[in-house]
């Protein structure tokens, strides 16, 4: 294994009960607020400035730089435990975690060196890569031209999850000079940067996504960064948070039928107790979710180790030993997303079996379980990564580590 050096110290992790119990009290603070964010869509901007303070942010980071030198597994299941109290929080922090990936897998030196000083201080970073409008894919409308010492970034994203609570945005774009395909990186609080929360899907709502413009920001020439230094196993990571989020769905999903049933009173005359929690069918019934959901996460975790290995492997001197890793992660990743999503889809949907027609009350708001991991579930569809574990499976068909979305040939 790669070994740590004093100019290069990597994150291989720490005790995870330590790390966690820092966070537990906040999670629980953010679990408490939750629903009624959820009711009135309430974006969680003191939730998220709780986590920025007791250094969340930072849990990658390695502690030599004043971080919590967690593991990728820690991260995820972090983020698992998180998005049991608001599916909507990791997803907002998504893009800020990649961030942190990537600052992680860069060459040693003083702009990282900078970064993780950015992070331990509490700074988040956006998303912006998803461009709006009838856009070709492969077309980059979103634009960086050089003006003086360093350049301006002129477009517009969607889906830019996080960045309305974030310090700085982390944006797809292209050079006008020479069309390369880059990450710009701005700060957020620009007067040239417009943030919209105008998502408008069923599911996860308070994730700050929606639609960000970009007029003439400044940009610092160190932090327009060539695209194909982005780490290789970012699809994956990206794909992972979504895992995490599924996963923490189907955690609530367990509280919460487990609470339900066992503060429920009234019994039906042809049921099997006397009592709901008695009755030895909606007994079947939580057993059934649990299980599940012990499944979900535990796929979850085991689908983040090729993650790490692969960070691992960025500073070895194997090229082979960190392709391997890196095929890795996208196919367990993917392998896992296939049967995470159905079986916390299947979870969310039966919890209404064991309740009577009280439990669809919108007080309750049990619906928004089911609504959150279908959202989160729709992101990169999974019938595409079920046909790219079967290519390789079959093939030996390398998986595709980065992909676009946009107009198709035949599609204005």
């Known amino acids: 294994m790669t070994q740590p050096t004093a100019a290069n110290p990597l994150s291989l992790g720490t005790d995870y009960e330590t790390l966690a119990n820092r966070f537990r009290p906040i999670f629980r603070e953010i679990s408490a607020g939750n629903v009624e964010r959820e009711?009135?869509?309430?974006?969680?901007?003191?939730?998220?400035?709780?986590l920025k303070k007791a250094g969340f942010g930072a849990v990658r980071v390695p502690t030599e730089y004043g971080g919590a030198g967690a593991s990728v597994g820690q991260l995820f299941q972090l983020l698992i435990?998180?998005?049991?109290?608001?599916?909507?929080?990791?997803?907002?922090?998504?893009?800020?975690?990649a961030f942190v990936e990537d600052r992680l897998n860069a060459p040693p030196g003083a702009d990282r060196d900078t970064w993780f000083a950015r992070f331990v201080a509490g700074d988040l970073v956006g998303n912006g890569w998803t461009e709006v409008g009838a856009v070709k894919i492969g077309d980059v409308i979103t634009k960086v031209s050089a003006e003086g010492n360093g350049f301006v970034l002129n477009g517009a994203k969607f889906y830019s999850t996080g960045s309305i609570f974030a310090?700085?945005?982390?944006?797809?774009?292209?050079?006008?000079?020479?069309?390369?395909?880059?990450?710009?990186?701005v700060q957020a609080r620009d007067p040239g940067v417009r943030h919209s929360d105008d998502w408008d899907g069923f599911g996860q709502r308070t994730t700050g996504s929606g639609t960000s413009v970009y007029e003439n920001v400044p940009v610092n020439a160190e932090h327009v960064i060539p695209f194909e230094q982005r780490f290789k196993y970012q699809t994956a990571?990206?794909?992972?948070?979504?895992?995490?989020?599924?996963?923490?769905?189907?955690?609530?999903?367990?509280?919460?039928?487990?609470?339900?049933?066992r503060d429920r009173k009234r019994v039906f005359s042809h049921g099997n107790g006397s009592s709901v929690s008695n009755d030895a069918q909606v007994q079947q019934v939580v057993g059934q979710i649990s299980a599940q959901v012990y499944a979900a996460e535990a796929a979850t975790i085991r689908s983040a180790e090729p993650l790490q290995r692969a960070y691992v492997a960025r500073f070895g001197n194997d090229a082979q030993v960190e392709k391997d890793a890196n095929i890795a992660a996208e196919i367990e990743t993917a392998k896992a997303q296939v049967i995470i999503s159905e079986l916390v889809l299947r979870a969310a949907s039966d919890l209404f079996n064991a309740l009577g027609a009280s439990g669809v009350?919108?007080?309750?708001?049990l619906d928004r379980h089911w609504r959150n991991a279908r959202t989160a579930a729709s992101h990169n569809p999974s019938?595409?990564?079920?046909?790219?574990?079967?290519?390789?499976?079959?093939?030996?068909?390398?998986?595709?580590?980065?992909?676009?979305?946009?107009?198709?040939?035949?599609?204005?």
């Open 167 to 185: 310090d700085w945005i982390d944006v797809y774009a292209q050079r006008a000079d020479n069309g390369a395909d880059v990450i710009a990186v």
């Open 237 to 261: 990571f990206y794909q992972l948070v979504l895992l995490a989020v599924l996963a923490g769905i189907g955690r609530a999903i367990e509280r919460d039928i487990a609470q339900e049933v």
């Open 361 to 365: 009350s919108v007080n309750k708001a």
């Open 81 to 97: 435990e998180l998005a049991e109290a608001d599916s909507n929080i990791p997803q907002a922090l998504r893009a800020h975690f």
């Open 39 to 50: 009711k009135s869509r309430t974006l969680p901007y003191e939730p998220i400035a709780w």
């Open 383 to 412: 019938i595409y990564k079920a046909r790219i574990v079967g290519d390789w499976r079959i093939n030996g068909t390398e998986p595709p580590y980065v992909w676009q979305i946009g107009n198709g040939a035949g599609k204005p």
